[in-house]
């Protein structure tokens, strides 16, 4: 791997984009972790349509490519991501305020921010967020709807809607209650202040925080355990995690007695099995 100090984690040597896109979100399967890279370190990474759309078809090659086990986001710069792109003149690119017809600001989040948060939830491997700098508005959440969070020290957390006096969007209100409960998130809400990532970390946002230069190897240690674990009981865990925030017991039960019932019919969970009676290592291969 090359990479220049600006970098974050870049796993393989960059080749000739055939799309311009492709240079934008840089991508790469190393050991079955899929490495999903924003690259626009000049703007902070701020998200353009295009990069969302292509972020999404990265997310959901990862779910059905048996393949890839695990997923990493990440960015290259200073900043994760500053959320989505501005220069166009809107935070969601909308049209004008004279030229809006109504709905067309529902829509463009619905089909738009909210997509892509949903693309990470609903992803079937699970994914890990890399966070080597700052992660603002949909940036923030692009991190916070991975199943792991790794953060730089130098990283920082911002719910910069209030500061352009908008609504959160991207899933920022579904999002930060379920991991730290309402009156913390109506904390960072209200006031839009800058979050480290220690203080991130204190409150339950992050795993764990190392030094930036240790975390590319510690999302790539991560990324390549889960990635010789039990691949589709992994999805079933993150399945059934995700939806028991929304569920009542009894339903969460059954959906936990169905998953495993589905669980058992692979090989993985015959060789789980054998190896602990057997008193050795299992080797998971995914299936």
Request: charged share 25%.
């Amino acid at each position: 791997m090359t990479s220049s100090p600006e970098d974050s984690v870049n796993p393989a040597e960059p080749v000739e984009p055939a799309d311009p896109v492709d240079s934008l979100v840089l991508h790469a399967t190393d050991n079955h972790v899929s490495w999903i890279t924003l690259n626009r370190p000049e703007a902070l990474n701020a998200i353009t349509p295009d990069q969302r759309e292509r972020l999404i078809q990265h997310l959901s090659h990862a779910s059905s490519d048996p393949d890839v086990r695990a997923v990493v986001i990440t960015a290259t710069g200073r900043g994760f991501c500053a959320g989505a792109d501005l220069r166009g003149g809107s935070p969601t690119g909308r049209p004008p305020a004279g030229e809006r017809v109504a709905g067309d600001v529902a829509r463009t989040i619905r089909l738009g921010a909210q997509r892509l948060i949903g693309a990470v939830l609903d992803c079937e491997k699970p994914v890990i967020a890399a966070v080597n700098g700052t992660a603002a508005g949909l940036g923030a959440h692009l991190a916070l709807a991975c199943d792991l969070v790794l953060a730089a020290d130098s990283a920082k957390f911002i719910e910069v809607f209030v500061r352009r006096g908008l609504v959160p969007d991207g899933g920022g209100a579904y999002l930060l209650p379920r991991l730290i409960g309402p009156q913390r998130a109506k904390e960072l809400m209200f006031f839009g202040d800058a979050l480290t990532a220690a203080d991130a970390a204190r409150l339950g946002l992050v795993n764990r925080v190392v030094p930036p230069d240790d975390l590319e190897k510690t999302a790539r240690d991560w990324a390549e355990r889960l990635a010789t674990g039990p691949t589709r009981a992994l999805a079933l865990t993150k399945q059934l995690v995700n939806a028991s925030l929304d569920t009542d017991r009894t339903t969460a039960f059954a959906a936990e007695a169905a998953a495993q019932e589905i669980n058992m019919t692979t090989t993985d969970a015959t060789e789980g099995i054998a190896a602990f009676t057997e008193r050795r290592t299992p080797h998971y291969r995914g299936r």
